[in-house]
């Protein structure tokens, strides 16, 4: 009788655990001031992904799908989610907030820290391509960081 409760809890596990979404980091190659990453997300899903950047450098983020249905929330450093990452404590940058279906956002960060990208769809499925530009404040001088696609 203990086995198929012990069975059930495991499974329980396994399958939470599983849902827990994966946060993708973003960084550039050596020498880039960008890059480009794709992804598919199927309606009620989305996709969550990470950067390193300092306050004062500007970024530009543009999503964009075939059928123009997909849109980005931008989450400030010190943002944190919750166990199935549905609930996500923290503040948003302004024009690229939860329920402004933002597609692009571009703008001096407000401070350092990392910053996660969320992407989902507005509505059906979407597959889209995810473009990060950052570059410094005083120059047009690559971040420091350097970006790569997610593996």
Known sequence: MMRPIVASLALALLSASAMAQEVREIRFAPGSSSATVSGAVVRGTRDIY?????????????ASAVESNVAITVWRP???????????????????????????????LPETGRYLIVVGPTRGNATYQLRLGIVAQSSKQPASAPLHPPE
């Open 50 to 62: 990470s950067f390193s950047a300092r306050k004062g450098q500007k970024a530009s983020i543009d």
């Open 78 to 108: 010190g943002t944190r989610l919750g166990a199935d990452d549905e609930d996500i404590q923290g503040k948003a940058l302004p024009g690229a907030g939860e329920g402004e279906d933002a597609q692009r956002w571009a703008g001096s």
